[in-house]
């Protein structure tokens, strides 16, 4: 699949593209079962009058890879929304060191903008790399939080997080706003505990976010927000506290960043809309370019910073980035033309597909 980039080696693969019956194919999270098998679960909306649009009807479909992610085969729906809900969202997966499989989804029960969010996350376990999964049960069940896609963050102590964010009313600025923290569990996911510290931005507020550990054990937040830069907040307890978030003078659009640590070297590797911060353009500028850096100095500098799109008239976002184990970085993203790029701008939401990119990890540091 073509693609414009200015990241040499870079190679494009197609996941799902849009259709009429499922105009918009998002968020994804992709675990690596074993070398060279890949397993990816995503958003699959259904068609509505809603069409791509965040409050339209989806489910969660996954698909597996035996070549690293340069085809993909064996299309089947894991999860539907149930009797009343609204939709089945944000898929994270997670291999434990025991090598069984944890599969989170957030299900929608009520939402409808300008009025209070009604959610659950609901989390099940395989142990046959995904084939079948255990009874779903609830990390939180029935309350105003929602999650970005392919969130866990498992720790070299064996913490497991779940990024997660508070949010009473899904809506704009003053009505809407988030924070942002994660629930904790210290069994592999049979218990957790809730939230004991949120962080907390203007506007919206902070949204969305991404945990990476340091080679130091500092834990390190990302979080989507309204200030025209990528925010990083940080943690010394394994995420029972946060400080205050600080900006890294990365200029962004109103987008999602995703955060990640680089296995092989333990440096950080950040994916974001390095745009132009426009407060008066849609979600505050655009969401192209596609960039990626890396931090060797745990968030306090970026460099090696790449264009994976950049595409003028396109959208690039909902992030997934999985470090494989051939030394590859697999990033995941939808892409959308833009219903009208001028200024104050309108994203288009009736043709989104999901798309990935894929460059070794020497290609990182060139």
């Not at 004991?196 to 969305?208: I, K, T």
């Not at 995420?239 to 955060?259: C, H, I, K, V």
């Amino acid at each position: 699949m073509e693609g414009r980039s200015t990241y040499p080696g870079l190679e494009y693969v197609s996941i799902a593209e849009a259709t009429p019956e499922h105009p918009r194919n998002d968020s994804a999270s992709v675990v690596e079962i074993d070398p060279g098998e890949l397993l990816l679960v995503w958003i699959e909306m259904h068609a509505s009058a809603l069409g791509g649009n965040d409050e339209a009807p989806a489910s969660i479909a996954s698909m597996r890879s035996a070549d690293g992610g340069r085809n993909w085969t064996d299309r089947r729906v894991e999860v539907s929304p149930g009797e009343g809900d609204r939709s089945v969202y944000n898929p994270s997966l997670v291999v434990l060191p025991n090598g069984e499989l944890l599969f989170f989804y957030l299900v929608y029960h009520h939402l409808v903008w300008n009025e209070p969010l009604v959610a659950s996350g609901y989390l099940v376990r395989s142990s046959d790399g995904g084939r079948s999964w255990t009874d779903p049960r609830p990390i939180w069940d029935h309350e105003p939080y929602g999650c970005a896609n392919h969130t866990f963050t498992l720790l070299s102590s064996g913490r497991l997080l779940k990024s997660c964010e508070h949010m009473p009313v899904w809506a704009a600025y003053p009505a809407g706003v988030s924070r942002s923290g994660c629930f904790i569990s210290d069994d592999f996911g049979a218990t957790w505990e809730r939230p004991a510290s949120f962080v907390e931005l203007p506007l919206r507020g902070a949204m969305e976010n991404h945990i990476a550990e340091t080679n130091s054990g500092v834990l390190v937040m990302a979080v989507r927000n309204q200030l025209g830069s990528v925010f990083l907040a940080r943690s010394t307890d394994g995420g029972e506290t946060w400080r205050r978030p600080q900006s890294t003078g990365l200029s962004t659009s109103e987008s999602m960043p995703s955060l990640t640590r680089i296995p092989a070297t333990g440096h950080l590797f950040l994916v974001w809309n390095n745009a132009e911060y426009d407060h008066t353009y849609d979600h505050c500028g655009k969401r192209t370019p596609l960039t990626c850096a890396v931090s060797a100095d745990e968030g306090e500098s970026w460099s090696f910073r790449k264009n994976i799109e950049d595409e003028a008239d396109y959208e690039f976002s909902n992030i997934g980035c999985s470090h494989l184990s051939d030394d590859r970085v697999f990033v995941t993203y939808f892409t959308s033309k833009m219903a009208d790029p001028s200024h104050p701008g309108r994203f288009g939401r009736e043709r989104m597909s999901l798309k990935g990119a894929f460059f070794s990890l020497g290609r990182v540091y060139a």
